[in-house]
């Protein structure tokens, strides 16, 4: 069965992966999911999410099961909206409400790639479509009048997507070369500069050691090529002297003849990814370069005498280092793309990780994770690196994904704690992974005290009462209102991370739940 967990690390990074039983806590959250809000039997639920702060003009909307062929055969008739005759060919009723809204366009939100067809069909993915309409029509209204339609079964609003806040600003590498107190591990340049990895407290008002202790972790692993990381964000400078020697290369594009879907993935010259805003190959950095920024955090070469190190980069030598994608989804100012379909490109073209750092505006209130985004995210958990009967593919280095989101909230007063636990419920996470330095909770002190010792199950009010600094306690407060919950253990044991997300064993680690 697959299982979504939080991961809440030093790195403050979100992380989905499949996991094969169930924890023995049964998931009970506060706020009502949109599948609660379902509509009597026999007729479509609309979303439980709000209207204000979404898009305009535009719904997505999820076909019951055996209608896909009706929707499908009229997406592809139609082109605009004077597309009377691909209307006359619905059912009455279908036809009737469409017009009512005025609807231009009816589209996949998720195009067939032929060489996955099953299970994309059997994920329900071909369900999916987007609505384009008169932007004057309330969406509310639009939503309660498609979802009359027998044949429809669910409606949601599309809200347009946000990226932290900030310019990645290009530095001046002769200057930036500057003598460090401690060796590095290797000649990158601003390697000595990027505190988050090795911290030496040498900044001010930095604490030594507040890092993700990156260096000790790269004595383990730098980064294998065969691992592919799709970046679902504004577009990658493929240009880019650190990042150009671990860009993923589609080598039937590459070498095939322009124009041409040569691959026969259902996207033409996409030979380092694609753009989702403009639906071509032409991957453009996007107006804060913050894509690019997340890409040389990802996988920046390592080792190379140029600007900063990748976390995966590499060890230095040549062909080492992860892969990375670009799923564009970010241009200029107010450009946005299909976040749901480039989460399953990167699925169906050979990547094994999801970087997406990127949100909703706070003016949406969302309170639940758009439906189609949590279909495109299981997706990807369940088939990256598998054939389309789902068996893991001889050149992936696994089986199954991970999806990763950022968990930052932007505001000072809140902590990594609280912020990774409001998104963990956002989500519907089956737990939290608090990944830290310890194997989990303590009675004493385990760094004082040699007779420490180790607490399997801890309640949430022992963790809140019993001074046992876990968390947090407002990040507490939260897990403990909806049954979350909160799994410690040591981020440095090797495999321990994949023993509890894989394989749900929690016999080396401690878990907060009632």
């Known amino acids: 069965m697959n299982k979504a967990f939080l991961s809440l690390t030093l790195l403050s990074l979100l992380s989905l992966g499949a996991c094969q039983r169930e ?129 429809i079964e669910y409606a949601e609003p599309v809200y347009p997507m946000t990226r932290p806040a900030g310019k990645a600003i290009p530095t001046d590498l002769p200057v930036a070369r500057r003598a460090s107190s401690e060796a590095m591990p290797y000649n990158d340049p601003l390697l000595s500069d990027q505190w988050h990895y090795h911290n030496v407290g040498k900044y001010h008002g930095s604490i030594a ?18 691992v592919i990381v799709s970046i679902v964000d504004g577009g990658i400078d493929l240009t880019h002297p650190d990042l150009v020697d671990n860009l993923y290369v589609n080598e039937e594009e ?41 890409a040389g955090t990802v996988a920046a070469r390592t080792g190379n005498g140029i600007g900063v190190s990748g976390i995966a980069g590499g060890n230095g030598t040549p062909g080492s280092g992860v892969r990375i994608m670009s799923c564009q989804i970010f241009g200029a100012e107010k450009e946005n793309g299909d976040s749901p379909a480039a989460i399953v490109y990167g699925a169906n073209n050979g990547a094994v990780i999801s970087q997406n750092s990127w949100g909703y505006p706070y003016k949406a209130q969302i309170t639940a994770i758009p439906k189609v985004i949590q279909d495109a995210v299981d997706y990807f958990i369940k088939y990256a690196g598998c054939d389309d009967d789902g068996n893991q593919l001889p050149e992936s280095p696994m089986k199954g994904g991970v999806v990763i989101f950022a968990a ?22 089956d737990a939290i992974i608090k990944a830290t330095k310890v194997m989990g909770i303590y009675d004493k002190d385990p760094q004082k005290f040699k007779d420490a010792k180790l607490l399997s199950k801890v309640t949430y009010d022992q963790a809140l009462h019993d001074n046992i600094r876990v968390m947090d306690d407002t990040a507490i407060a939260l897990a403990k209102d909806n049954a979350l919950p909160i799994i410690v253990c040591n981020m440095f044991k090797s495999g321990n991370l994949y023993k509890i997300v894989e ?3 929690l016999s080396s680690c401690s878990i907060v739940k009632n």
């Open 503 to 505: 394989g749900g064993d």
């Open 254 to 294: 590459k070498n095939g003849t322009p124009g041409v879907d040569d691959d026969q993935n259902g996207y033409i010259d996409d030979i380092h990814g694609y753009n989702f805003i403009k639906d071509d190959a032409t991957i453009y950095p996007d107006k804060e370069s913050h894509g690019t920024h997340v």
């Open 23 to 151: 924890l023995d806590t049964p998931q009970t959250p506060q706020s009502p999911q949109p599948e609660q809000l379902a509509a009597p039997s026999g007729s479509a639920a609309t979303s439980g999410l709000p209207t204000a702060g979404a898009e305009p003009g535009k719904l997505y909307i999820r076909v019951r099961q055996g209608a896909q062929r009706l929707f499908r055969d009229f997406a592809f008739q139609q082109s605009a909206a004077s597309s009377a005759r691909a209307l006359q060919a619905l059912p009455e009723q279908m036809a009737r409400s469409l017009r009512s809204i005025s609807t231009e366009t009816l589209q996949p939100v998720f195009p067939i790639d032929p060489r996955f067809e099953k299970r994309m069909r059997r994920a329900g993915l071909d369900r999916w479509y987007v609505v384009h309409f008169d932007q004057k029509q309330e969406l509310r209204s639009a939503m309660r009048t498609l979802s009359a339609v027998p044949e």
């Open 209 to 226: 050691s507040a890092d993700i202790d990156l260096f000790k972790a790269w004595k383990v692993e730098t980064g294998k090529p065969k």
């Open 408 to 429: 930052g909230t932007g505001n000072p007063f809140f902590t990594t704690d609280t912020a990774g636990t409001l998104r963990a419920i956002e989500i519907g996470a």
